[in-house]
């Protein structure tokens, strides 16, 4: 009776593993970026561009490439120069486009020539009378990347690093870039002039915001050099000399601010977010009722400590009311890791970790993945993992003590062992994590 049971939990996991799988996937061709800047393109935004005879481009994150080649479809030889900034390798066009290998979460070297460039395509785009369409996804803060006068990028890199690893969220780390940077924080629209930018949104606090996603080149800036100074004192970040020398100078009204809201330079830009994590909220959902489960999706955005997040979205998951028969919880955002350990993980993991000993006390089979949309969690080849409702007992059997691999920061070698790693690589989309906890009640 036993071993009965014990292979009927095994089948029934084996089908939610399966299925959790696809409906992740679903989540991720849902943001696929090519068909949502081709549509953007030739709809909402095809006005702001046909009096344009030549436009110039700039494209940066992750995925930049795909966002790219549909602008190149549609836009043919009405392109007069652009910049790609990106992981991947270049793509075959007809435009005159530089190609510059991107880096991340870093910024290095080829992110600065290719900040540099962006900035000299901008000011031919103003000089030409063209418009300059910024196409932009996460990842594009350390992709385009200008120090400010007096900072160096090795200080850039450090600050960075720092707030990483005290786990900032993404406003906070890129308040802190937008005031170390002379592209970022609405800098590259008022080299331009006349900007069209398309975002793939990856911020989910505030939801959306332009001035978040890729730290904002194109976009206003509420937040000041004060509002830096804050986040790292809010941490307790050390930063280098030059970096605090330079913020303590723009609070006092020593330095430029970023430009604001309100500034003439953004009468003549437009602003389009073309995806986000809800973009994949929906494909995912699409997917999961069309496999016969009863879904619900979670509005608000996880966020805070992974780990914990994790727990706090499998609890959910427990307690939400649903119908009797396969149920779908599904959602999104991304919740950050502060680094203690020395081990090796990503958020998603450590998500799915931290939900362990909750789905342990389902009462049924059990299972939630979570992964990033990008392809990637962490400094790991894993896109995220998966966790069930006998993962701890697994782990148990194994020697393996949950609560030490999440101190040590050490995810991915314990949901190794387990074979509970998703592996994809990377996606050429970036709207955030998508998680969804499965079960079959009766």
Same mark, same amino acid.
């Given at each position: ?11 029934? #996991? @084996? ?15 849902? =943001? ?8 953007? &393109? ?10 344009? @005879? ?8 992750? /995925? ?8 190149? /479809?549609?836009?043919?030889?009405? $392109? ?9 390798? /270049? ?18 070297? !080829?992110?600065?020539? !290719? =900040? ?7 000011? @031919? ?6 418009? &300059? #369409? ?10 385009? /990347? ?8 090795? *200080?850039?890199?450090?600050v960075i690093e720092t707030l990483l690893r005290a786990g900032a969220d993404i406003a906070q780390l890129n308040c802190v870039r937008k005031h170390l940077s002379s592209i970022k924080g609405g800098r590259l629209a008022a080299a331009a002039g006349r900007t069209l930018t398309l975002a793939l949104s990856d911020v989910h606090t505030p939801e959306d915001d332009p001035g978040t996603i890729a730290s904002g080149p194109t976009a206003a800036d509420a937040t000041t050099f004060a509002d830096a100074i804050a986040v790292l004192t809010e941490l307790g970040c050390g930063v280098p000399y030059a970096v605090r020398a330079h913020l303590e100078r723009g609070a006092a009204g020593q330095i430029d601010e970023t430009v604001k809201p309100?500034?003439?330079? %953004?009468?003549?830009?437009?602003? #389009?977010?073309?995806? +986000?994590?809800?973009?994949?909220? *929906?494909?995912?959902?699409?997917? =999961?009722?069309?496999?016969?489960? *009863? ?16 727990? $706090?979205?499998? @609890? ?31 958020? +998603?993991?450590?998500?799915? &970790?931290? !939900? ?10 059990? &299972? ?7 392809? $990637? *969690? ?8 998966? =966790? ?20 040590? +920061? ?13 592996? %994809?690589?990377?996606?050429?989309? +970036? ?12």
């Open positions: 009776m036993v071993r009965s049971h014990a292979a009927s939990l095994t089948r029934a #996991l @084996e089908r939610l593993r399966l299925d959790a799988l696809a409906i992740l996937r679903a989540a991720v061709d849902a =943001a696929d970026p090519y068909p949502l800047v081709t549509t953007a &393109l030739t709809g909402r935004a095809s006005h702001f561009i046909s009096h344009s @005879e030549s436009i110039r481009v700039v494209a940066a994150g992750k /995925a930049a490439l795909p966002m790219l080649r549909a602008a190149c /479809a549609v836009l043919q030889d009405r $392109i007069a120069g652009a910049i790609a900034t990106h992981p991947g390798a /270049a793509i075959a066009a007809a435009a005159p486009i530089d190609f510059i290998p991107g880096a991340h979460p870093l910024p290095d070297v !080829a992110s600065v020539r !290719a =900040a540099r460039r962006a900035l000299q395509i901008a000011m @031919e785009a103003r000089a030409a009378g063209e418009v &300059l #369409l910024v196409l932009l996804s996460g990842g594009g803060s350390s992709m385009l /990347a200008v120090p400010a006068d007096g900072v160096t990028l090795d *200080d850039k890199r450090t309100g500034d003439d330079r %953004w009468r003549s830009s437009k602003y #389009l977010v073309i995806g +986000n994590r809800r973009t994949a909220i *929906d494909g995912a959902a699409r997917e =999961a009722a069309r496999r016969g489960y *009863d879904v619900r999706a979670l509005d608000r955005a996880t966020a805070g400590e992974a780990r914990d997040a994790g727990r $706090i979205f499998a @609890e959910v998951a427990l307690g939400t009311h649903v119908a009797a028969g396969p149920t779908c919880i599904i959602g999104s955002g991304e919740p950050t890791v502060t680094v203690r350990g020395d081990g090796r993980g990503g958020r +998603n993991q450590e998500f799915a &970790l931290g !939900a362990a000993r909750t789905l342990s006390r389902a009462g049924a089979p059990m &299972l939630l993945a979570s992964v990033g949309t990008d392809g $990637i *969690d962490g400094p790991t080849d894993a896109a995220g993992a998966i =966790a069930t409702s006998a993962t701890l007992a697994r782990m148990q059997a194994l020697g393996i003590d949950v609560d030490r691999v999440l101190a040590a +920061n050490d995810a991915y070698p314990a949901l190794a062992r387990l074979d509970d790693l998703v592996k %994809w690589g990377p996606t050429g989309t +970036n709207v955030g994590d998508v998680h969804v906890v499965l079960t079959m009640k009766s």
